[in-house]
């Protein structure tokens, strides 16, 4: 009970990026070398200039720089997905969240109820508030083991989950600041900004208040 339980991506998730994204890094450079030198004779084809870089040179030389090119950024994305990977570490005293080098402490007194939804994990206090709510790519097993294992309340499903209203413009129950922040984040799911409907729903938990999103629709409650 004592010692802390970390729960890490799938083995196969962690190091198989670091061979796929390359691996379709360097495929991507050679299939661009290959068809370059006829795009770029296309008077018609956007980004000439990209076009007529790619097949200058001449091979092999041309082709091997083409590949390693890709190669790199192939690792690039590989790094960029370890970045956002999510790992935690359950204890008894607190729940750490840790995505790259960031590491989200939170206090295990204040966690009342845990759950995952839609591939989030999600953290509650006694109030309803979200503590945390995280992308998640663990397993949900090896999850719920871990909580209950250092006397975390696990819930199957949201506990709150009937208490969510849609909602619609101006809607009267709400104040105009939260209004005016729930029609920009509408705004934002609609452009697929992923990033800043997070922020906004940062915001709008600092006003109280708990979002759900289905199907590009917001269904909101208050925090008792």
């Not at 296309?42 to 001449?58: D, I, R, T, Y």
């Not at 041309?62 to 590949?67: C, E, H, Q, S, T």
Request: net charge neutral; charged share 25%; with cysteine.
């Amino acid at each position: 009970m004592g010692t802390a339980t970390t729960i890490h991506p799938p083995a196969l998730v962690r190091r198989g990026s670091w061979i796929y994204c390359p691996l379709l890094g360097a495929v991507a450079g050679f299939l661009l070398r290959v068809v370059a030198a006829w795009v770029a004779g296309l008077q018609w084809a956007p980004f000439q200039g990209v076009f007529e870089l790619a097949a200058s040179g001449a091979d092999p030389w041309g082709m091997l720089v083409a590949i390693a090119l890709g190669l790199i950024i192939g690792l690039g994305f590989a790094g960029l997905f370890a970045q956002e990977r999510l790992t935690v570490t359950v204890g008894p005293e607190q729940v750490v969240l840790a995505t790259g080098r960031n590491a989200h402490e939170i206090a295990g007194a204040e966690v009342d109820a845990v759950f995952t939804e839609r591939g989030h994990l999600v953290l509650l206090d006694d109030t309803g508030a979200e503590l945390a709510r995280r992308k998640s790519g663990l397993d949900r097993l090896a999850l719920r083991a871990a909580f209950r294992e250092h006397g975390y309340a696990w819930r199957d499903c949201d506990p709150y989950a009937g208490r969510y209203v849609l909602w619609t413009e101006d809607t009267d129950e709400l104040s105009l600041r939260v209004n005016a922040l729930m029609t920009e984040r509408d705004r934002a799911l609609r452009r697929r900004d992923h990033k800043e409907a997070a922020l906004l729903r940062t915001q709008l938990a600092e006003q109280g208040v708990v979002l759900r999103d289905g199907h590009r629709k917001q269904y909101w409650r208050r925090v008792d």
